[in-house]
């Protein structure tokens, strides 16, 4: 049985209280240095708004102490000189997942802009150029025509490419066709390292092979990282409590499904306009998404897919295990009160944003969602998603399908790509993530200083299901939106209709991987 542990990441970039929660991840089997840690997490705190704040300026300060190097230093020698290495990048950035921020490479910035992300990558790029002395460029396309091109050029026998980041079930599928290579023998790349996604790593591994994974070169999972938005104004008028009382709450282990439906049912109880419809101008507790039952299930601890019990990371379905079933049914029966859970896709026609219009005390959302909610006029705070009680150790914070990184198996020189990518990713640890959660999310689009305090809880442990991201997403992922439309649990209904299919895939994959792996013994 594969534990949360296993399944999760504490991928945190080192800014201010998310500094603590790096360097709790590397202490955490030394029990004699747990008060070291906890007065580390209280220093982080009581200093987190004066750390951790980028250079202005085009230039990157490299320069530091010893200790700061030693953070990010790489395996890639000192001096490295790539001789003006082209490092070609195949990017779905936004033709995937729309409003999420999936760049790459940034050849527009201007050094007014006040977008720190762009800013920073711009950064990056042009500071590992001048470093390894090499050409960083990027073709952007759909997922389906990038897989496309990269079969081409195997094909062709040509190298045209260094590096792909492609939508979960295309660049699966690439995967089991050959198309990318072995991460863990593309020399100076050290996957042990935090920026690399480790979830993602054990999550994405079979047969000791890995051709895709997240790390920190992107921030397309983070912006698909599943999260709650309470609006302060509802929770006022209905005499709930304030956005300040739920981040305590959190901190306490305290936000739970039985916290969570109760606060929604209070808004929505009576919440009817009049016309005995749901409708514009009713009140309702939380607005869900289609993925909302997946990520509430991630959210509670359960697994739709798990590693067998062997050296091989070989994968089963686990949604229709009897824990899982039963948290589901538990699940089903909270939400049949629409008002309180409202599918807006599946549960009526509106016409407006019910939270920004004050109309829902909660919406379920992802990361994104907080830059694309700017134009609310009332504040909101924003909560990692709910444990299913309070025995639940950690807050589990479900990753949506978003796009994954993988190096085309055709490149002719993986000293070159392992050295560019290892030295792109470490410094998008130190310099890209930062601006991102800590200064734009955190800063700039956040409406409280309280809601930057939730980043360690959201991030803290995000769950890369195999079965709803990658293999399985189209069936998976449409079984479960399928339960939401309906308000019933239908595993068994799945598992007769799809279960062969969903088996069939993990053991396409399984034997791919192992006719694979024989090129990497």
Known sequence: MLSYRRRSTDRIPQSGVV??????KNMLNNKKRVIALILAI?????????????NNNNTVQTSGSAAEDDDYRTLVPQGYNAGGFEFVILNAGDFEIKGCLNDIVITDYDSTSNDYVSEAMYNRNATIENKLNCAISEINDSS?????????????????YSLCNIIGNNIYGAANNGLLYNLNSLPYVDLTRDWWTQG???AYTLNHLLFYCSSDLTICDDEATCIVMYNRTVAKDYKLESPEEMYELVTKGGWTWEKFF??????SAGGDNGDGVLSDGDMFGCIVCDWSYIGMMVGAGCHFSEKEDNDDDRLRVAF????????????????KNKRAFLATLYDGKFTHDHFGSNEALMIMQVVAHIRNARATEDDFGVLPMPKYDEKQDNYYSYTNRTCYLG??????DPDKVGAILEELTALSSKIVIPAYLDRSIGDKFMRDPGS?????????????????TTVGWDTVFGSFSSMLKSRQNMVVVVERKYGAYINNLLNESWEAYSKLGADYA
């Open 19 to 24: 500094a603590a929660l790096r360097f709790r």
């Open 42 to 54: 209280l220093t982080a705190f009581a200093v987190f708004a004066g750390c951790a704040k980028n």
């Open 144 to 160: 389906g025509v990038l897989v496309s091109k990269i079969d081409d050029s195997r094909q062709a026998g040509t190298d045209d």
């Open 200 to 202: 993602a790593i054990e």
């Open 262 to 267: 109760a606060s929604a049912k209070k808004v």
């Open 320 to 335: 229709g295990d009897e824990k899982f079933v039963n948290v589901l049914d538990r699940l089903v029966d909270y939400t």
């Open 407 to 412: 190096v085309p198996v055709t490149i002719g």
């Open 452 to 468: 930057k305090r939730m980043i360690p809880y959201i991030f803290g442990h995000t769950v890369y299901d195999t079965l709803v």
